[in-house]
C-alpha cells in the first residue's frame, strides 16, 4: 500500500507529484526545494534556503510516520560550488543523526532562478 503526502506547493498538481510517497518501510522525499507556504520563494543565501528545505522534507517524513533520524540517503543539488561549506553545515544539523549516505552535485540551475539548493531523501523506518 502506496501512503502520498504533498507540501501544498504549487509545483505539485501542476507536475503531478507527491512530495513523499511511502511504501512499506521505505519513504522517498522528492527534490525539495526553497518554497514558503504561500508559494514564494525562500528569501536569503543558500544556508537559509536549504533551511527551509530541510524543514519541508523532515515534516514530509514526519507525516508518513516516519523518522529524519531514520534517512539514509540525501542528494544535495546546488547551483554555486561556493556555497557548499554552508548547506553542508545545515545538512549536518538537520541530518548528522541519521549520518545517511549523501551526494551533492552542481546542477547549471532550477526552475526558478532564485533557488540555490534542492534537496532529495530516502528513510527506511519501522
Not at 507536475?15 to 511504501?23: D, E, I, K, P, W
Not at 547549471?108 to 532564485?114: A, Q
Request: aromatic residues 6%; hydrophobic residues 45%.
Amino acid at each position: 500500500m502506496k501512503r502520498r503526502v504533498n507540501s501544498g506547493s504549487p509545483l505539485e498538481p501542476i507536475l503531478g507529484f507527491s512530495r513523499a510517497v511511502r511504501t512499506g518501510n521505505q519513504i522517498m522525499v522528492a527534490g525539495t526545494a526553497p518554497i514558503e507556504p504561500d508559494g514564494s520563494s525562500t528569501p536569503g543565501d543558500a544556508a537559509a534556503q536549504m533551511e527551509r528545505c530541510c524543514a519541508i522534507v523532515a515534516k514530509a517524513i514526519a507525516d508518513l510516520d516516519g523518522d529524519i533520524a531514520d534517512t539514509v540517503r540525501t542528494c544535495i543539488y546546488l547551483t554555486d560550488r561556493a556555497d557548499f561549506p554552508a548547506v553542508a553545515a545545515v545538512h549536518g544539523r538537520w541530518f548528522g543523526q541519521a549520518r545517511p549516505a549523501t551526494t551533492t552535485l552542481i546542477v547549471s540551475g532550477f526552475i526558478r532562478p532564485e533557488w540555490r539548493v534542492e534537496i532529495e531523501a530516502e528513510v527506511l523506518s519501522a
